[in-house]
Each structure stands twice: as C-alpha cells, then as structure tokens.
C-alpha cells in the first residue's frame, strides 16, 4: 500500500496564501511562478534515490539528471540494484560522468545495503528527519544535504531547508532583488526558519525555480 507524503497530502493553494502573507518577496513571486508540480515516484528504493541524490552533488540539475539517466542506461534498468554496482568495476562507472569521490561515496552506500544498515521506506517513514540524517550520513560521501534531498524528493517531508544548496540561496537573491549578491549561509537559514516554517520544502521549490529563471 502506497503511502502518500506530507507535500503529496498537501493544499498547495493554502501554503502559497500562508508564504504569501508571511513574505511580501514569496508573494510577488508566486504570482509568476510556474505550477507546483513536485512528483513523489514512490516505485524508487531508498538505495535508487540515495544513488541519484549522491550524483547530484555540486552539480546543476540538468547535469545530475543526464548522468544518472547515463548511469540506469548503463544498466539497462530503471532501478539501480546493489548488484549492478558490484558487478561494475570503477571505469564503467567513470564512463558516464560519475567523478571517483561519487563512486566510493556509492560502493560504501552498497555496503551499508548489504549489510542490513539502509532503513527501508515504511521504517524511514516512522523516523524523524533528524533521525534520518544521523543514519544515513553514516555511509562516506553522503552529508547533510544528500539526506535533505532524499527527504524532499522521495519521502516528501514537508518542512526541510537545506541552507547550504546553493541555487536555494541564488533563488532567494532572486527573489529579494539582490541577485549576484547571495545571502549568507546564516541569513537563509533564519528566513527560512523564520517566514516559510512550516512549508519550508515547498518554499525550497519555488526558490529553485526562481533560480533556474
């Protein structure tokens, strides 16, 4: 049984009206924003999604999603097994972009797999996010920020700001009218915590498509 998520279950129009009373600068982006249209795939594992979220590191999206489409292709599957990454050696994986930090961050990530580390859905759907940041930032190479994009992207909590990202930060400059001047790591974080709590996941959306305009 499929379980639906915080931002699946919620009223998009009611948190725009809450950012939008709360922050005079989300308001007058909300106005030209593009539709919400965040899609929980709840087919993908944890450990596919882990995969994706470690390629994505300190990289725009559009790269991180031509090299993991490189990657599933490699495997001729739409569903990264623990398997395919054993069976592959270090150059295969070179070959479509995976720089060698990603690679060891992904074989120790199978590791953590194998031996029964790697909560599965239902148990990390009981867990707090915290909780979850201190489990899987266990695994070498995945930090704060993979885990928060785990937990927006596939588990669909509703309230995660990741302060570091930087193209949330370019979103907020964006927004503000600052643009190139960026906020500071500190400033973000208690905006975020201060104006787009408790929507700060779906806050984080619109910012990345302020950024990407």
């Not at 001047?181 to 929507?199: D, F, G, M, S, T």
């Amino acid at each position: 049984m499929k379980i639906k998520t915080q931002i699946e279950n919620a009223d998009i129009e009611q948190v725009k009206e809450y950012l939008s009373k709360k922050d005079k600068y989300m308001a007058k982006f909300l106005k030209i924003a593009p539709e919400f249209n965040l899609k929980i795939n709840s087919l993908t594992s944890v450990y596919h999604s882990l995969i994706e979220s470690i390629i994505s590191q300190q990289l725009s999206g559009k790269a991180a999603s031509t090299i993991f489409m490189r990657l599933c292709n490699l495997f001729n599957s739409k569903q990264i097994l623990p398997l395919d990454i054993i069976r592959s050696d270090d150059d295969e994986l070179r070959s479509v972009g995976i720089s060698r930090p990603k690679i060891a961050a992904i074989r120790d990530l199978t590791d953590f797999e194998l031996s029964g580390k790697l909560p599965d859905l239902k148990k990390l759907h009981k867990m707090k996010n915290e909780e979850i940041i201190e489990n899987l930032t266990q695994v070498k190479g995945i930090g704060r920020w993979t885990v928060e994009m785990l937990l927006i992207f596939r588990l669909g909590r509703i309230d995660v700001f990741s302060s570091k990202d930087l193209g949330l930060r370019k979103g907020f400059a964006v927004i503000k009218g600052t643009y190139p001047n960026l906020p500071k790591i500190e400033e973000i974080e208690q905006y975020a915590e201060k104006y787009w709590k408790p929507y700060r996941s779906i806050a984080s959306w619109y910012l990345w498509r302020a950024c990407e305009g």
